[in-house]
Structures are given as structure tokens and as C-alpha cells.
């Protein structure tokens, strides 16, 4: 059922090689160059990146939320889960199970809160993780959440990029015909470091960047109301100035946000009127209107 990334005659050194023209010379055709053609994915419109530089800064939160708010818009949404080492989206929707094989062969996205998604982790239990796999099979299990599955009249699907700057990032930007990224960061130093390094990695694959969200911007205290900024303040506000990209919104920090996360059900459908879910909404809008 997979064909594998290599039968497609791609190979790592020509992905690079293809983001360098020191010389300036006239553009080959990507064909002729032995580069992947960009596709799209069947029964997909718009493909959405959601990546970040760093881990754990809330891309899975934010990828869920987003699509579950496209969805709130009228839209039909999808999400796919790229994180082949780490997948979130099982716990998110608390589903778990395989998939079914349609007649054509293609994985059949499981679906919660009428949104479909498709995960690595519903192809292999997290007992058995990915985690001692070489390039090869990562590339075919990447190729197969790609390509493989049987999306159903999907407006805007939302990839939840593993963090990072490596070869998974690289393969979905050289073979998706993507319509945009969102880039996802908190405040902190380190997590905006990474998050130029993705936006350096999106310009250089021509992928349309659609804003950073600032996650994690603040702690309201249930209390007194004070806002406290934990991971630093006004630092992704500078750094979307300087690379002259949108900031799409802020989200603050919120205990119900990662409870409702761990119990399998996302704040957008668990407390639809709550603060963050309007935020979600909010940054849905400009990013549904962008595509
Ligand atoms: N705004 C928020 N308020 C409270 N908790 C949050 C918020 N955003 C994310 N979290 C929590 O932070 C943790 C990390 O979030 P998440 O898994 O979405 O990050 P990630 O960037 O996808 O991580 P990884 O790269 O490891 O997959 C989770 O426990 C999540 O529930």
C-alpha cells in the first residue's frame, strides 16, 4: 500500500541542495532537478502548517483547537497528527483503536467532536513507539499519513508538525503543496530562538507564514486577577515586528486549558464560551481568512 519516499527517487542531499543558488543561475524545473514535485492531498482543500521550534510550547493544544474552531466557522476541518515520535492527537480525542482500511486501501480517519483526524498513534500503540526507527521507516510511516488517508471533503486540514527543524519538517514543506504556516511560541528566549529558526525554514521552502501565536503569554490569577508573566512578556510581539510577520493572538495560561487537554476532550468543544475558546476563534478567523 506505501510507496515508499525513495521509490519517488528523493534523497535528503538533493532536498537540501535545493534550497542554495549561491551562483544565481536560471531556476530548473523541480522535475528535472530530481525533486520531488509538490502534491496534494487527496480530499484535502487547504493544508495548514501549526509548527513550532520547540517542544511542549502548545502546537498540539493549538493544532486541536484551531481546527476544532474551523469547524465552529462553518468549515470542515481535518487534523493530522505528524508527530510520528511522539503523537498527541489519541489523548487529545481520546480515540484509540486502529483505523479502517477503506476499499481503496486508504487509512479511514477516526473521528471525535466531528472532526476527523488520523495519528501515528492509532497505527502503533504507544508501548511499541517509534522511537528506535531509522530514517527509512519514519519516511514511509510519514508518507503513508500523507498520502494514505481517506479525508472526506476536507476544507482546511491542520498539520501538527513535530517540533523542530529536521528532515520530518523538511519532507512535508518539499512534498505538500501547503497553503500556509502558523508558528507557535511563548515568550521565553529559548523558545523564540527556535521559532526564528522555523520561520527561516518556511521562507527558505517558500511556504506562506500566516503569523506566530503567542502561547502561554500570561497566568491570570483566579483570585485577584492579576496577570502574571511567567515565560517573559512582549518578546514574540518584537520578533513578529522584525520579521514583519502577523501575530495572530495571544493565549494565556490557563489550568483548564491542559485539564480539559489531558481528559481527551480540547476546551473549544469541552467550554465553547470560555475566554481561551473565543481567543481560539478569534485566531481561526484571521487564519481561515488568510488561506
Ligand atoms: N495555554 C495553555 N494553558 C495551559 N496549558 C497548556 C496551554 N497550552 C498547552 N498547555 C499544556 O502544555 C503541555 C504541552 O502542550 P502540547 O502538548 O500542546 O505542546 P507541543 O508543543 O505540541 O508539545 P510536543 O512538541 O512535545 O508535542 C500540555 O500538557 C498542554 O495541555
Redesign the pocket.
Known amino acids: 500500500m506505501v510507496t515508499t519516499l525513495f521509490s519517488r527517487g528523493i534523497h535528503y542531499s538533493s532536498i537540501l541542495r535545493s534550497h542554495s543558488n549561491p551562483l544565481g543561475l536560471p531556476k530548473i524545473p523541480r522535475m528535472s532537478q530530481n525533486l520531488p514535485v509538490k502534491s496534494a492531498i487527496p480530499g484535502v482543500k487547504k493544508i495548514l502548517l501549526v509548527s513550532?521550534g520547540?517542544?511542549?510550547?502548545?502546537?498540539?493544544?493549538?493544532?486541536a483547537n484551531l481546527a476544532l474552531s474551523f469547524q465552529k466557522l462553518g468549515l470542515t476541518a481535518g487534523l493530522l497528527d505528524a508527530?510520528i515520535f511522539?503523537p498527541?492527537v489519541p489523548k487529545l480525542f481520546n480515540i484509540d483503536g486502529e483505523p479502517r482500511i477503506s476499499d481503496q486501501g486508504k487509512l479511514i480517519p477516526k473521528t471525535n467532536y466531528g472532526l476527523q483526524t488520523m495519528s501515528m498513534g492509532y497505527l502503533i500503540p504507544t508501548e511499541e513507539s517509534a522511537i528506535a526507527w531509522r530514517g527509512m521507516m519514519v519516511m514511509k510511516a510519514l508518507q503513508q499519513l500523507l498520502f494514505d488517508v481517506a479525508w472526506r471533503n476536507v476544507d482546511i486540514l491542520v498539520i501538527?508538525m513535530?517540533?523542530g527543524t529536521g528532515d520530518t519538517q523538511l519532507s512535508i514543506g518539499q512534498l505538500l503543496k501547503v497553503n500556509g504556516a502558523v508558528v507557535?511560541s511563548t515568550p521565553q528566549d529559548l523558545s523564540l530562538i527556535d521559532a526564528k529558526k522555523g520561520i527561516t525554514m518556511f521562507r527558505k521552502m517558500k511556504i506562506p507564514i500566516l503569523g506566530l501565536v503567542e502561547?502561554?503569554s500570561y497566568f491570570e490569577c483566579p483570585n485577584c486577577h492579576h496577570e502574571s508573566h511567567i515565560f517573559g512578556n512582549l518578546g514574540v510581539q518584537a520578533e513578529a515586528k522584525k520579521q514583519e510577520v502577523e501575530l495572530l493572538g495571544f493565549?494565556?495560561?490557563?489550568?483548564e486549558?491542559?485539564e480539559q487537554?489531558?481528559l481527551g476532550k480540547p476546551v473549544a468543544v469541552s467550554n465553547a464560551s470560555s475566554e481561551?475558546s473565543l481567543k481560539f476563534l478569534e485566531i481561526a478567523k484571521k487564519v481561515a481568512s488568510k488561506l
Open positions: 513550532s520547540k517542544g511542549g510550547v502548545g502546537k498540539s493544544t493549538i493544532s508527530d511522539g498527541s501538527d513535530p517540533p507557535v502561547n502561554m493565549l494565556p495560561l490557563v489550568k486549558v491542559r487537554s489531558d481561551v
